[in-house]
């Protein structure tokens, strides 16, 4: 019961958060891009995950063991702005992943044109790492998501009303293979929890 008393200790807050892309700058050299925060980003889920079971039937009874782990999606939504442009800016990702339209020239067989597609390397390497930030009252990091080989696999931009005067936005949906997720204080646990394996490729941040 200390916790509700003491004002020495204090909740996390969903409003104390940060999002970054490792590789943003690189999208664009357009204003307000001065660094790999996302600071348009308006909501953003924390990287969950759910444990498969299978079901052992035995007579008149069932055992129940654990499976796999299974990471699910994390939605984003972006507020739009006009600078820098968050439309082009996330069309920008998905080009830069490898997808074009396709004509005669990228099939010809003399052609310099190549027929690009979309790649897990180069959907990765678009956005960079992707980093969930929760921070305490006092501007400290407390915990930290990274999600390992991320891409995005849904964008919806948000419709048009002459009723509605609300902030145009943009839905994200993101995949990724699993989530590090790192604390400061080891108290409770290890500090570095699901951390990429030794040997693994890696993803460079360009946090700043």
């Known amino acids: 019961m200390s916790f509700w008393t003491e ?8 409003f104390r958060w940060r999002v970054t892309m490792g590789n943003l700058a690189s999208l664009g050299t357009g204003a307000n891009i001065n660094s790999s925060a996302v600071w348009w980003a308006k909501t953003v889920d924390t990287p969950s995950y759910t444990v498969t079971d299978i079901t052992h039937p035995f007579y008149d009874n069932e055992y129940k063991f ?5 990471w699910q999606d994390v ?10 442009n968050a ?5 920008q990702i998905i080009l830069n992943a490898g997808y074009s339209i396709k004509g005669a ?22 956005v960079g790492a992707v980093v969930i930030d929760i ?7 407390v915990e930290s998501w990274t999600m390992f080989n991320p891409f995005i696999t849904s964008v919806k931009f948000s419709t048009l009303d002459y009723s509605n005067d609300d902030m145009r936005t943009i839905d994200l949906t993101w995949k990724y293979d699993w989530a590090g997720c790192d604390h400061p204080d080891g108290g ?5 929890q699901f951390p990429r394996p030794n040997g693994a490729p890696s993803t460079s941040t360009g946090r700043n």
């Open 7 to 14: 004002n020495t200790t204090e909740p996390k807050r969903n």
């Open 66 to 70: 654990p499976g796999r782990v299974q």
């Open 75 to 84: 939605s984003m939504t972006l507020v739009d702005p006009i600078s820098p």
């Open 87 to 91: 439309a082009q800016l996330t069309n």
């Open 105 to 126: 020239a990228e099939f010809a067989s003399a052609g310099t044109s190549k027929p690009t597609s979309i790649t897990k390397a180069a959907a990765n390497a678009a």
């Open 135 to 141: 921070f305490s009252g006092a501007g400290d990091v």
């Open 188 to 192: 409770n646990g290890d500090k570095n």
